[in-house]
């Protein structure tokens, strides 16, 4: 499959897309977000892939949706505006999605990231939320996941104030998992992302599932939610095996059944 707006490849069982408008500073249009997400859901429903990588270049992951692009619309046309069903989609996704982010992650390309599963960044990384700056706020997520993140009073300052946050903030924040020099980003994205797609398949997309009920439930539904996932893993080949694997002091042959 070509696109314009992205490169699709794959590494092992590793589905990767590189966001590919550098002069644009990979800002996210409805064509670069539609191939996104088509790319997504085509290695989601391949059972030869296990994880995926979405990634920018050096300079920038995204830097937010495209100015240009909405900068004369009308609240109506907003609403029509097709770009929030890309997040959408993007919660709607199993498998685990890493986002490597070197240089800029602004506003919505900020919000992309966050709307992973985990965020790896380089050294040169700069996360931030600057719509105020538009006369606008985060509408794709930012005010929310940011929040649960970073705790309120630094989102706050980013939301309010256009603070950006360096790689190594975002690390000790709690908002991104692993910092690498840029040179290696892609290169340790996917061996994390490779690592995960080797796990038993079926249990990694409940265990995804499982933490991101945290943000849409109750403690107590999500405990309920948890506990109905982890019994219906017994109903599963890789259940069996996995445990005889360890009994048997041998390596686990997953099925992903
Ligand atoms: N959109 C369009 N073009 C962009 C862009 C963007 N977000 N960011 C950069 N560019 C373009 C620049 O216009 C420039 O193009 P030319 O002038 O060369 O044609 C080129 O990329 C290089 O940018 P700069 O010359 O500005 O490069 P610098 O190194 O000086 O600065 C920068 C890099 C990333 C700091 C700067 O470009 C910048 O501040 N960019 C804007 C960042 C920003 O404000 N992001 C937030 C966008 S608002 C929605 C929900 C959410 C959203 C939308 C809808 N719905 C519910 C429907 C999200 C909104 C946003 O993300």
Same mark, same amino acid.
């Given at each position: ?32 977000m539609s191939?996104?997400m !088509?790319? *997504? ?41 097709p770009f929030?069903d890309y997040w !959408?989609r993007l ?23 966050? %709307?992973?599963?985990?965020?790896? +960044?380089?050294?040169? +990384? ?26 309120? =009073? ?37 061996? *994390?992302?490779?690592?995960? %797609?080797?796990?038993?398949?079926? %249990? *990694?997309?409940?265990?995804?599932? +499982? ?26 080949? !890789? ?5 005889? =694997? ?5 390596? %686990? ?5």
């Amino acid at each position: 499959m070509t696109y314009e707006y992205i490169l699709a490849r794959t590494e092992g069982r590793v589905g990767i897309v590189q966001f590919n408008r550098p002069k644009a500073m990979n800002a996210l249009n409805r064509g670069l977000m539609s191939e996104t997400m !088509d790319a *997504l859901d085509a290695f989601d429903a391949d059972d030869a892939i296990g994880c995926m990588v979405v990634a920018g270049n050096e300079r920038a992951f995204a830097a937010g949706a495209d100015i240009k692009e909405m900068a004369g619309a009308t609240p109506a046309q907003m609403l029509d505006n097709p770009f929030i069903d890309y997040w !959408d989609r993007l919660r709607k996704i199993s498998k685990p999605v890493i986002a490597a982010v070197s240089g800029y992650a602004l506003g919505g390309g900020c919000e992309l990231a966050m %709307a992973c599963d985990m965020i790896v +960044a380089s050294e040169t +990384a700069r996360f931030g939320q600057p719509e105020i700056n538009l006369g606008i706020i985060p509408g794709a997520g930012g005010t929310q996941r940011m929040t649960l993140a970073v705790g309120k =009073a630094l989102a706050m300052e980013m939301i309010l104030n256009g603070r950006f946050l360096t790689a190594d903030e975002a690390y000790k924040f709690g908002l991104v998992n692993r910092v690498f020099p840029a040179e290696v980003l892609l290169e340790e994205a996917v061996k *994390l992302a490779g690592e995960l %797609a080797a796990r038993a398949p079926v %249990a *990694l997309r409940l265990a995804k599932e +499982a933490v991101n009920a945290v943000y849409e439930m109750s403690l107590q539904a999500g405990l309920a939610h948890e506990r109905r996932l982890f019994y219906m893993l017994f109903s599963t080949e !890789d259940q069996t095996e996995g445990m005889d =694997a360890f009994i048997n002091k041998r390596k %686990a042959n997953w099925q992903g059944k």
